[in-house]
């Protein structure tokens, strides 16, 4: 049994990984969220840009992909954790650097896909927090 080994059965660490997939989940369901509002301000009649489709539907189809990421990592996959924690860095900029950009969706959508960013960044600080360090230390 290796140290990482060892560090991947303690309670902190599954505990960790067991609010990261929570998170992520919720990055989901409120991924979810906006692409359903998306869908019925566009059967009502309402502004629904393509942008607004497609940037809904990555982000949704982005959720279960990082979610199995996280299981892996918390089966001992290194590789898989370094994804988790550089898309859970990167992501929660991108949605919210997008967001801000004047003219290219309304208020509304910004706000609900900003509701997703905190999720991702809760992720971002477990995956450097001491128990996933821990299990997980540098490679040289």
Do not use: N
């Not at 992520?24 to 489709?53: D, K, N, Q, R, Y």
């Not at 290194?78 to 990167?90: G, I, P, Q």
């Not at 004047?102 to 600080?125: D, E, M, N, R």
């Not at 001491?130 to 490679?139: C, E, I, R, T």
């Amino acid at each position: 049994m290796t140290t990482t080994t060892a560090q991947l059965g303690d309670a902190r660490t599954q505990e960790a990984f067991a609010t990261v997939k929570k998170c992520v989940t919720l990055f989901g369901a409120v991924s979810a969220i906006v692409l359903g509002v998306v869908a019925v301000m566009a059967f009502t009649g309402h502004e629904a840009s393509s942008f607004m489709w497609i940037r809904g539907a990555v982000l949704l189809a982005v959720a279960p992909l990082v979610y199995r990421m996280t299981v892996r990592a918390s089966e001992g996959s290194y590789k898989a954790f370094d994804r988790v924690r550089t898309l859970s860095t990167v992501m929660p900029i991108a949605i919210i650097g997008v967001d801000l950009i004047p003219g290219l969706c309304p208020a509304w959508y910004a706000v609900l896909q900003g509701l997703s960013a905190p999720a991702l960044i809760g992720v971002a600080f477990i995956t450097r927090g001491s128990a996933l360090s821990a299990a997980f230390p540098k490679k040289k």
